[in-house]
């Protein structure tokens, strides 16, 4: 605070690295909370002052919940296929059954059931205090005309969605129904009716298709019965027109054709067996007499009995013409014997060719008709076959209709038998029971709630305090936008700061509007322990080692408007300044407004403007406290006076101020405000220092800067700058050094009072 020279540019280099590191960041956060943090502590409690009363004034809400799931496994009545035909259950048709439940026909179903329309839960007040005030305030703007039954349906309904919830469970197959209502008992009772009302929603609108359906079919049945006559019709008449006969599955002509082939194959065998019979009887023939393999292969008893009669007789004559002789009677007789049993087995052998020749040609004659038949038969079978491929068209014509006439009437049959036993997918899992602990609302979340809520609105508005905040209440905020060093920060002064104040004020002329206060013009004399002393006096020691570098007796002290304390902190320096045994004068050179001769001298009949004006001596216009010997100029008659800044800047006020350079240790002057007149800028020739005052919380930090940096003469003899009427309370939550618990824990110790 008493640093006169400014920083170095490493110490400003440091403290900038300093200042954008995340400690330093996180540091600015906690000084943004100690400096709202009264902002934020009244935020925060009204915000849980808020939720405590909704806590106290909101009805308590109860949640009943019912759970229902879509059973993948179709239910089949005797095992037969739906007629609507079977949808498969995936996640969408899951969504889709959710979609269902939120529909408003759902909806209108339970108020309907349940007469809702009836209950003042859903036509009328919303309950509690806000329900009311809402209700009267609606009341306020209603025409008087008593709601229509629709209209209190449509806010039955509206209501009865605002408190029902449906929602899918994860990815399974099970929806959840709640519904929230200030009776638990009514509260399952919905619950429990929005999912009966589904499940009926459900049968209904299946009874209804599979009754469309049935009406469908029948129309269809009826149609598809005419045409299947019509093609079965078409094919008898095409069978008739075309000869054309069906046995057993097979046609005539071509089961004709089949046995005339088969008798053909036949017959072919039975000449080729005749014919070997034939050739075997004209072999035979060749021999004198067969052989008893020919005799038996023949069979013929005749023969059988003639050979065997042959044989002996040829035994005996063999005999009998070793024994007797060739020529004997009875070997002839035997020969002649053996000559007629030959000739009659070869009559019997003639005999036997001539049926073999007969069978064979009746064989030949048998087979030569078949193949005529036959040639008649395929002759008949090409024709036949032309036509066939019509008839197959017809036939399968026939068939389709028939089939589809069948399939139809199945399903025709199946819907009747649906539409007396309806079925669905959807069933209660867990019905909705009576809640025993109330919903909503929920005491802990909204005391956590409004606590964060107000923790967040109050960081908010802490931000934007401080975002807003655009006036000079640290140090470091004056030595960062100005440049310049902040001197002393000088607490506000109250009613209470000096025993007597408000008695005395009451009873005096000089506490007009402007001007200060007689006390607090004397303050550092009558508190010389007080905090407001310490600070001035920082003030003069900051004077003091500015004079090393360079000679500063002449003072002035300025501001940016008016009201900012710069008469009051000129007067009590100089004050201190005289009390310690200097030569000190204090000039009134604030000629637009002479607040400070009002105050101190107001009876003064001439002043600087006389001096200046060689109307008056400088001694006569001098005023002395008769204290602490402090002399006073006072402005004198400024009421006529247009240019005061001509008087400030002439050679007379020169000379006058170089005269009380000599005449006196230090010469203060009270100077005009900066923002509304030009005549500070004009006295720079003349001053040493400029202290500048700056209102702690109330002056604008542009209005200050736009001011210094238009003065840049003013700048380069700036000795520092002052806040005054800080408030130290407040102040201790920006620089927690200058706040009072500081002052009374460590300058106590030295005697001071606050």
């Known amino acids: 605070m008493l640093q006169v020279n400014k920083p170095s540019s490493e110490i400003n280099r440091g403290y900038s690295e300093a200042e954008h590191s995340p400690t330093q960041t996180l540091t600015s956060y906690v000084d943004i909370i100690r400096r709202q943090f009264p902002t934020i502590v009244v935020i925060v409690s009204a915000c849980v002052i808020l939720g405590l009363l909704y806590l106290f004034t909101a009805a308590p809400q109860f949640t009943s919940t019912a759970s229902m799931v879509i059973d993948t496994r179709k239910v089949q009545l005797f095992q037969q ?78 209501r009865f969605e605002k408190n029902r919830t449906i929602k899918r469970l994860g990815l399974t197959y099970v929806m959840e129904i709640g519904y929230t209502s200030k009776d638990p008992q009514k509260a399952a009772k919905v619950a429990n009716a929005i999912a009966d009302a589904y499940i009926v929603d459900q049968l209904e609108a299946k009874y209804q298709a599979t009754r469309r359906a049935s009406v469908w079919l029948q129309d269809r049945i009826k149609e598809l019965r005419t045409q299947a006559s019509a093609a079965q019709k078409a094919v008898v008449d095409f069978k008739t027109a075309n000869n054309i006969v069906d046995t057993g599955g097979r046609l005539m002509n071509e089961q004709q054709l ?39 292969a023949l069979k013929n008893d005749t023969i059988v009995k003639l050979r065997g009669q042959y044989v002996d007789m040829a035994s005996k004559e063999s005999i009998w013409a070793m024994k007797y002789g060739s020529d004997h009677l009875a070997a002839v007789n035997l020969r002649r014997q053996m000559a007629e049993i030959k000739k009659n087995i070869l009559d019997e052998l003639k005999r036997i060719q001539e049926s073999y020749k007969s069978d064979y040609d009746i064989a030949v004659t048998r087979e030569e008709s078949i193949k005529g038949s036959l040639a008649n038969v395929v002759s008949e079978s090409q024709l036949t076959n032309q036509a066939q491929v019509q008839l197959r068209e017809l036939e399968s014509n026939a068939q389709s209709y028939q089939a589809m006439y069948d399939n139809f009437l199945q399903r025709y049959m199946e819907s009747v038998q649906q539409q007396s036993f309806p079925i669905t997918e959807a069933r209660v899992i867990s019905a909705a029971t009576q809640p025993l602990k109330k919903s909503y609302p929920k005491s802990l979340i909204v005391l956590a709630g409004s606590l964060f809520g107000g ?300």
């Open 258 to 296: 089949a046995e005339v082939n088969s008798q053909l194959i036949m017959a072919h065998a039975a000449t080729a067996e005749a014919k070997a019979r034939l050739d075997r009887m004209n072999d035979i023939q060749k021999q004198e007499i067969p052989d008893a393999n020919v005799a038996d």
């Open 455 to 754: 923790l967040i609105l109050a960081f908010g508005a802490a931000m934007a305090r401080e975002l807003t905040d655009k006036v000079f209440r640290t140090t470091g905020q004056v030595e960062d936008v100005l440049g310049a060093n902040c001197i002393a920060i000088l607490p506000a002064l109250g009613a209470a700061a000096a025993p007597g104040l408000g008695e005395r004020m009451r009873s005096s002329k000089l506490a007009s509007k402007g001007n200060p206060q007689p006390d607090l013009l004397r303050y550092v004399v009558d508190n010389p322990l007080s905090r407001f002393a310490e600070a001035v006096r920082s003030v003069k020691v900051a004077i003091d080692l500015n004079s090393i570098v360079r000679e500063n007796r002449v003072l002035a002290t300025t501001s940016t408007l008016p009201n900012e304390g710069k008469s009051t902190l000129s007067t009590n320096l100089a004050q201190l300044m005289a009390h310690g045994g200097a030569r000190v004068i204090l000039v009134d050179a604030d000629l637009r407004n002479p607040s400070l001769s009002r105050a101190l001298v107001p009876d003064a009949k001439i002043g600087l403007v006389d001096v200046v004006a060689q109307k008056a001596r400088l001694e006569d216009a001098l005023i002395v406290d008769p204290e602490t010997k402090l002399s006073i100029l006072p402005a004198g008659t400024t009421s006529k006076l247009l240019h005061t800044n001509e008087i400030l800047a002439s050679k007379a006020m020169h000379a006058l101020v170089t005269q009380l350079r000599a005449q006196f240790d230090y010469v203060v002057l009270d100077m005009p405000p900066m923002a509304p007149v030009v005549d500070v800028r004009v006295t720079s020739s003349f001053v040493d220092s400029y202290v500048f005052v700056v209102e702690w919380g109330r002056t604008k930090i542009d209005v200050v800067r736009h001011n210094l940096n238009g003065s840049p003469e003013i700048q380069d003899k700036l000795l520092g700058v002052v806040l005054n009427k800080a408030d130290t309370k407040a102040l201790a939550r920006y620089e927690s050094y200058h706040g009072r618990y500081y002052y009374q824990k460590y300058y106590a110790r030295y005697g001071y009072v606050e």
């Open 81 to 158: 296929q739906s007629v609507l035909g079977d949808i498969a259950i995936d996640s969408a048709t899951v969504e889709t059954q959710v979609e269902i439940l939120k529909s408003e026909n759902i909806s209108l179903a339970v108020i309907r059931d349940l007469h809702l329309i009836e209950d003042p839960e859903f036509t009328g007040t919303g309950g509690g205090v806000l329900g009311s005030v809402v209700d009267f305030v609606g009341g306020l703007f209603s025409d008087g005309h008593a709601s229509s039954e629709f209209e209190q349906t449509r806010k039955a309904l509206e």
